[in-house]
Nanobody, 116 residues
Framework: QVQLVESGGGLVQAGGSLRLSCAAS????????MGWYRQAPGKQRELVAA???????NYADSVKGRFTISRDNAKNTVYLQMNSLKPEDTAVYYC??????????WGKGTLVTVSS
């Protein structure tokens, strides 16, 4: 089991930046994948960025070049640096972790609102 707690969301103007943090309740070193998803009102949850244990990174096309995912194993934390934010980035952002043995885990989400 692992609990995930997101922070860093808020209201920002278009073109601005935010950094989201996801703190895990235990070591993230052994987790197979950690990532960020988002869900906008009326839309399905979608992958934003994912980072595998082997350091492979995947980004949604819509955020490539603007968002950066990173991890700090010593702090058991994953980050999502979001730059050049657009109104269409407005969503609840969820942290996700996958352990091939123990399953998949989700945080409760943090709201990001980008005003035009």
């Amino acid at each position: 089991q692992v609990q995930l707690v997101e922070s860093g969301g808020g209201l920002v103007q278009a073109g601005g930046s935010l950094r989201l943090s996801c703190a895990a309740s235990r070591s993230i070193y052994s987790l197979n994948t950690m990532g960020w998803y988002r869900q906008a009102p009326g839309k399905q949850r979608e992958l934003v960025a994912a980072l595998t244990k082997g350091s492979t990174i995947n980004y949604a096309d819509s955020v490539k070049g603007r968002f950066t995912i990173s991890r700090d194993n010593a702090k058991n934390t994953v980050y999502l640096q979001m730059n050049s934010l657009k109104p269409e980035d407005t969503a609840v952002y969820y942290c996700n972790a996958v352990d091939f043995i123990w399953g998949e885990f989700w945080g409760k989400g943090t709201l990001v609102t980008v005003s035009s």
